[in-house]
């Protein structure tokens, strides 16, 4: 039997998850799920990792009901992949050392040169005795890609086609951490995920790394960007907007089922459990727009008593 694939959520134990992560891992499980496919979580540790997030992270997914297939996977344990996805871009003549600063990249990322936020190349064309003196300075060098594009398509089930810049993006730091978009597009093929649901604050990076899967020759997968968790004032839900995590709720006397009711009416639904919510679930009814949430008024906006 051929795999069905596999959807995935990944998120990074820099601490709890808030409402808006829970959402769209929700989301991302209900996707998955309502389509055959296995669904996976993956832990993206390469960065900052807080202790105990993990642990509590998991527990929360499986309190709102979002469960998965297999072991749980951390890219801390998949070094060797990564290293050998930048051995193969750099046989090929892809890759090239940039020894620029953080400060020196924010400066060229925002020059008007480029486009927004993409690097111009700053270091693409260093001779080996500018990359020796540079060395001599102490300077790290990060390793980065040398795109033979600026610009890739890609196609998201909610946003439709979506074409956005493609740069020298960083494939391993200058600490010698493979970065975070080799990494995600290493993992999700060899982990035989087709589907990706995230926040759509992700789409514009989006082009970047299916570019990459195909540099690599690895399948690009189908992509949903799904709406944010936004506060009263507009901006993306975080963890200072108050009692927008799921041990918040629980102190203050919510059931994880009332949690769940809440995030199910955000999406137009009115359900408990995450398997009410897939009973009923449609990607095309999917609200385009972000959720406003007032955390006071919570089981308010959930229906629940």
């Known amino acids: ?69 297999g072991p749980v996977v ?76 600026t610009e890739f398509e890609v196609n998201d089930d909610l946003h439709g086609r979506y074409r956005g810049p493609v740069d020298d993006v960083v494939l391993r730091r200058g600490d010698g951490v493979p970065a975070y978009n080799l990494a995600v597009v290493v993992d999700d093929a060899a982990l035989g995920v087709d589907q990706v649901v995230r926040g759509d604050d992700l789409l514009p990076s989006t082009p970047r790394q299916a570019y990459l899967a195909t540099l690599l020759g690895l399948p690009v997968p189908r992509y949903a960007h799904v709406p944010l968790v936004l506060n009263p004032e507009g901006r993306r839900l975080a963890k200072r907007d108050g009692a ?19 995030l199910a009416a955000s999406l137009g639904y009115t359900a408990t459990s995450s398997s009410e919510l897939l009973s009923h679930f ?16 919570l089981l308010q906006h959930s229906g629940c008593p």
């Open 74 to 149: 951390r890219q801390s344990e998949r070094l060797p992949l990564y290293e050998a996805a930048i051995d193969r871009l750099t046989a090929g003549g892809l890759t090239y050392e940039c020894y620029c600063t953080r400060r020196e990249i924010q400066k060229a990322a925002t020059a008007p040169h480029g486009p927004m936020g993409a690097y111009p190349g700053t270091c693409r064309g260093l001779s080996a005795s500018e990359r020796t003196r540079l060395r001599a300075e102490g300077r790290p060098a990060a390793l980065r890609l040398r795109a033979t594009a």
């Open 244 to 262: 927008v995590t799921l041990t918040d709720r629980q102190e203050l006397g919510n059931t994880p089922e009332e949690v769940v009711a809440a």
């Open 282 to 297: 449609d990607p095309l009814l999917l609200p385009r727009e972000p959720w406003t949430l007032d955390v006071n008024g």
């Open 1 to 69: 039997m051929a795999d069905p694939g596999a959807g995935r959520y990944a998120p990074s134990p820099s601490g709890d998850l808030h409402l808006g992560n829970l959402r769209t891992a929700l989301l991302a499980w209900a996707f998955a799920r309502s389509t055959g496919r296995r669904f996976v979580v993956r832990i993206d540790d390469l960065d900052r990792v807080r202790p105990g997030a993990e642990r509590r992270q998991l527990e929360d997914l499986a309190a709102i009901g979002v469960d998965w297939d």
